[in-house]
């Protein structure tokens, strides 16, 4: 099976963010007020193959811890889809 | 014979030659190891330089951690070879698990480049051996993602580890503890932001890296992993 995943990386509360701020502290100016929190990630997202979702969800919870964030400071949600067949 | 520093060049390294033309000011001998070599070529010291290993992409070294020689660095320092990481080389010891905590985006939202004022805090260390507890040392850095974080837990045991081996005077980045450099238990693999190789001569504006240099190309010293030493 081909499933669709997408992964979320956010930094972990407490974690200094500087373009989420700058990005906060600009809207006032453009006339967005009562935003707050505003906090930037990453959204990585590839197709992988795998025998289940079950197997598909084991191996990118693997593949975060290992490489996609750094735990210290980083965050992941994991979606995934089976992929829709294009041939 | 001269101690010989092999110099790790990631792709987007950019530090490595002030490396090698202080250690060769000092009397080593530098070699510049690629990062896919797969040997170290017998060297007595290995330093990762700073810069933008693999562009920083995902995380500064989270990529240079997968560069082959990579390997055998940790095993060069698993048998205590010293290892020291300068400011991106910090940040692969990191991302390699060499060395505990992480360097998050500085606290001001700004990427700093000055002159630091450094406290050093521990001798017992392969780059900190020739100097006195309490220096004040000057040394520039240069960085986006230099404030040092970790947990509780391991801040605690970095602490009465005294693993903590440079502060800085008058925090320029947000570090947790004022953490400029720290060492590993065993005390042969440093990372530290600051940049002593350019704080080697006299026209760089300060000389204080001299002595930390000094430390890592004394004869090679098994000494530095004495179980007895704290």
Redesign the interface.
Known sequence: MRYAVRVEVRLRDGIADPEGATIERSLPALGFDGVSEVRVGKSIRFVLDADSEESALGEVDDLCRRFLTNPVIEDATISIEAAEVLQ | MSTRVGIVLFPGSNCELDVAEAVRSLGGDAEILWHDEPSLRGVDVVVLPGGFAHGDY??PG?IARFSPVMEKVVAFAEAGGPVVGICNGFQVL??AGMLP??L????G?KFVCQMAQLRVESVDSVLTAGLTVGDIVKMPINHFEG?Y???EQTLTRLRSNDQVILRYVGNPN?SLDDIAGICNEGRNVVGLMPHPERASHELLGSLDGVPLLRSLLAPATPGCADPLSG
């Open positions: 995902l995380r989270a990191t991302e905590g992480a998050q985006k500085n606290a939202l404030n974080t970790c947990s947000g």
